[in-house]
């Protein structure tokens, strides 16, 4: 019997680590990134001048950092993620959303930089304060596993509706609408989420954005 007991409590923890990876947001936004959002180096040169394209030694070619957000998403994508990681910092440190969104996603999951929950949060929410809504969505799925943080189901309802207001319409909104519902089933205080992410949206002036939601 305590045998028994022992597998079904395994079967049930492999069933819950799967459900949280599952609901992990997906990375969509960096297959497709808009060309002309440039690191503020000086002498960068104008975006239609830049090559989508990283070359294989560009990063190690390239020592005066003068890299492309659109490049250094491409070394992420080609799993640079050490490249990546050193050059997003001093960017997202300068204030760059984007850049702040991806260095939060790769502390989050240790791509090139020590996985660190609190530096995740860090960057995560101030790429979320700037309306990025993959960090939202992100900040969502955090506050519901538990991340990092104490589990707030209310708080992580909360962010999904702020991401749902700021995707545009595709794959990613669609992710984050099917995690809106997952965690509204569980949750009896959906209310109260709704409430925090229209007073969120409120000091943006994106209140009516709710209105709006599917």
Same mark, same amino acid.
């Given at each position: 019997?305590?045998?028994?007991?022992?597998?079904?409590?395994?079967?049930?923890? #492999?069933?819950?680590?799967?459900?949280?990876?599952?609901?992990?947001? #997906?990375?969509?936004?960096?297959?497709?990134?808009? /060309?002309?959002?440039?690191?503020?180096?000086?002498?960068?040169?104008?975006?239609?001048?830049?090559?989508?394209?990283?070359?294989?030694?560009?990063?190690?070619?390239?020592?005066? $950092?003068?890299?492309?957000?659109?490049?250094?998403?491409?070394?992420?994508?080609?799993?640079?993620?050490?490249? =990546?990681?050193? &050059?997003?910092?001093?960017? =997202?440190?300068? $204030?760059?959303?984007? =850049?702040?969104?991806?260095?939060?996603?790769?502390?989050?999951?240790?791509?090139?930089?020590?996985?660190?929950?609190?530096?995740?949060?860090?960057?995560?929410?101030?790429?979320?304060?700037?309306?990025? /809504?993959?960090?939202? *969505? *992100?900040? $969502?799925?955090?506050?519901?596993?538990?991340?990092?943080?104490?589990?707030? @189901?209310?708080? @992580?309802?909360?962010?999904? *509706?702020?991401?749902?207001? *700021?995707? /545009?319409? $595709?794959?990613?909104?669609?992710?984050?609408?099917?995690?809106?519902?997952?965690?509204?089933?569980?949750?009896?205080?959906?209310?109260?989420?709704?409430?925090?992410? &229209?007073?969120?949206?409120?000091?943006?002036?994106?209140?009516?954005?709710?209105?709006?939601?599917?």
């Amino acid at each position: 019997m305590r045998f028994l007991s022992a597998v079904f409590v395994l079967l049930m923890i #492999s069933v819950l680590s799967a459900q949280a990876e599952d609901s992990a947001p #997906s990375l969509d936004e960096y297959s497709n990134i808009k /060309p002309g959002l440039l690191m503020p180096e000086t002498g960068s040169p104008p975006p239609e001048e830049q090559d989508m394209a990283l070359p294989e030694n560009k990063a190690e070619e390239d020592p005066s $950092g003068l890299m492309t957000i659109e490049d250094l998403v491409t070394a992420y994508q080609q799993g640079k993620f050490d490249i =990546a990681a050193k &050059r997003l910092l001093p960017l =997202a440190k300068n $204030g760059q959303d984007q =850049a702040e969104e991806l260095i939060g996603i790769m502390y989050r999951n240790g791509q090139g930089v020590q996985k660190d929950p609190e530096q995740a949060l860090l960057w995560l929410n101030k790429a979320a304060d700037a309306n990025r /809504p993959l960090a939202q *969505h *992100h900040l $969502g799925i955090i506050y519901y596993t538990g991340e990092g943080v104490q589990a707030d @189901a209310v708080k @992580a309802l909360m962010w999904l *509706h702020i991401a749902i207001a *700021h995707y /545009p319409d $595709g794959a990613e909104k669609k992710r984050a609408i099917e995690d809106r519902d997952n965690v509204t089933t569980q949750l009896t205080r959906r209310d109260r989420a709704l409430q925090l992410a &229209r007073e969120w949206l409120d000091k943006k002036n994106e209140g009516n954005l709710l209105d709006a939601q599917p």
